[in-house]
């Protein structure tokens, strides 16, 4: 097979990962053991050592063992990003369990096949979240674990947003039984030496869900194996610019293996410090920006968006960070070029899925980065670009479905077995994505297999559109997708979102399309939004929108 996209490595980037010895607990352990007292964890101005998290972490894991956790069982996590999250996380992995990642906006109906699919015997959550739990713990006979947002808040601002969530009813205080327990009172009352417990990285480490955009949620199984791979490769192309030093934002979301890779996996395996945010927003960015002078934002599409509109009419100063990067949705041009003119740092887009612990693919750090495209495959990962209906490979240049192989790809759903056999062929994984991979082996995502419009004889790529669209001078947000049509099978509709306070009809939109697309892929329809429907990756919803 050729690769290339190795001849564009920078430099220093070995083209093979070499034999893999750690376990991401293990790079937990040696960050601890290497610097005990240094910040993991910054969260609202609380300070957590290494040897904090190792230590709560510690005790969790005794705390699930001594109420029968064993190798395999699955505990699921549904917090936003905090502390608790990441003592969760390792903790569970410490006890040989198995992360079941839950997003914390999710709705009833979402819990409950994820819970009810993995057969998790545990869930982790907030005890606000008390009264959606409930339901499905009387119908699952799963045991609730809950802790409270403020539970590592300094002690002033703890006592001070208890007073104020007390006075506004938003207080939820839990009555703890059997299967109703304290998170905080399970670490206190558990020993924080390290459990007795032997991992292997053939050993199942998460069952990560699909966002399920196109279908029912399907769990993708990922060993220590798959996670410690993917956390090496991105280590690999980041080691120069990122250390010990280092302070990344934590922004996006935990319950996602992109954010769970670059903001928790990666800093603790390079012992850098972790700027926790509990919930985006760009004001607290810009706060962070001021008090704790970050060095790295990995962050999705959205936050991009939201911190240009938000920089337009406040101050900041962004001169700590030295690098940003996005994936987890397709990062427009506009968007990516708008952010880096705007703060003077620079972009890198990479590409990942749950499917493949979070990233196959890194734009190069070494100043031969291609705006636009999502990068070059991680070391040891192949990818290929294939005929959409024959399967077969096809040369540079040309659009076809994008499928890769690698360490870090996993090797079944979740007690699917079709599902599973329906996306391997000859042991590699097809993506659904449409790509193109130039002669020097970057890869360009096209759009969703599924996404595509056929109009007629004409295959229209809904995101050509997008990136027409979001040049437009008063459009912030855009989603196309096609829509029946009598005469062609489907015709192109637009969800747009405006600046606010700004009015635009659909009439101009559609001559602006006339002028910069081919007619055939002109919206026949156009329909205005506050906001597009989108999963907590920053995935567009298009299937729900339209129905």
């Not at 819990?111 to 606000?128: C, D, F, P, Q, Y």
């Not at 699909?210 to 220590?224: M, N, Q, R």
């Not at 295959?459 to 049509?485: C, K, Q």
Request: charged content about 25%.
């Amino acid at each position: 097979m050729k690769k290339p996209w190795l001849n564009s490595y920078d430099e220093e980037i070995p083209k093979s990962l070499g034999e893999l010895k750690s376990s991401v607990v293990d790079n937990l352990r040696r960050s601890t053991e290497e610097n005990p007292n240094h910040a993991a964890v910054i969260f609202k101005g609380k300070k957590i050592t290494y040897r904090d998290v190792d230590e709560y972490s510690n005790s969790f894991a005794n705390a699930l063992i001594s109420m029968g956790v064993m190798r395999g069982d699955r505990i699921a996590i549904m917090l936003p990003n905090l502390p608790q999250t990441i003592i969760s996380y390792y903790g569970i992995l410490k006890a040989g369990g198995v992360v079941v990642n839950i997003n914390s906006d999710s709705s009833k109906r979402e819990i409950e096949h994820i819970v009810t699919n993995s057969r998790a015997g545990m869930i982790i959550s907030l005890k606000i979240n008390i009264d959606r739990l409930q339901s499905i713990k009387e119908r699952t006979g799963i045991k609730l674990i809950l802790t409270d947002l403020r539970q590592f808040f300094p002690f002033k601002r703890k006592i001070y947003k208890e007073f104020l969530a007390r006075i506004s009813g938003y207080y939820r205080d839990v009555k703890f039984t059997g299967d109703i327990l304290s998170f905080w009172s399970l670490i206190r009352r558990s020993p924080s030496t390290p459990p007795n417990v032997k991992i292997d990285l053939e050993n199942n480490a998460v069952i990560q869900y699909t966002g399920g955009t196109t279908g029912i949620s399907k769990g993708a199984v990922l060993t220590h194996g798959n996670i410690s791979s993917n956390v090496e490769q991105v280590y690999l192309w980041f080691k120069n610019i990122i250390g010990k030093k280092d302070r990344v934002i934590a922004a996006a979301p935990y319950s996602h293996l992109y954010g769970m890779t670059m903001a928790l996996d990666f800093p603790v395996r390079v012992g850098a410090t972790i700027l926790v945010l509990n919930r985006f927003t760009a004001k607290k960015i810009v706060n962070l920006a001021k008090d704790f002078s970050p060095t790295f934002f990995p962050a999705i599409p959205s936050m991009y968006r939201s911190i240009i509109h938000y920089l337009s009419f406040y101050s900041y100063d962004f001169s700590s960070i030295k690098l940003s990067m996005s994936a987890s949705a397709p990062l427009s041009r506009e968007v990516q070029e708008k952010f880096t003119s705007m703060t003077g740092i620079k972009v890198i887009e990479g590409f990942g899925l749950a499917e493949a612990s979070g990233l196959t693919h890194i734009n190069p750090l070494g100043g031969t980065e291609r705006m636009g495209t999502i990068g070059l495959p991680l070391p040891d990962t192949d990818a290929r670009i294939v005929d959409i209906n024959t399967g077969k490979e096809l040369d540079a240049g040309n659009p076809g479905e994008l499928i890769i192989k690698g360490p870090q790809l996993m090797n079944a759903y979740w007690d699917m077995p079709h599902e599973t056999l329906d996306s391997f062929k000859n042991g590699m994984f097809y993506t659904g994505d449409i790509a193109v991979m130039d002669d020097e082996g970057f890869f360009t995502l096209v759009d969703r297999k599924k996404d595509i419009i056929f109009s007629g004889e004409n295959r229209i790529y809904p995101r050509e559109i997008e990136e027409v669209l979001l040049r437009h001078h008063l459009i912030v947000d855009a989603a196309a997708v096609g829509i029946p049509d009598k005469l062609k099978g489907e015709a192109v509709k637009v969800y747009l979102v405006l600046e606010e306070g700004k009015i635009i009809t659909g009439e101009d939109i559609i001559k602006y399309c006339k002028n910069n697309l081919a007619s055939y892929k002109v919206p026949a329809e156009v329909e205005f939004l506050k906001e597009l429907m989108k999963t907590a990756d920053g995935k567009i919803m298009k299937k729900e929108m339209t129905e």
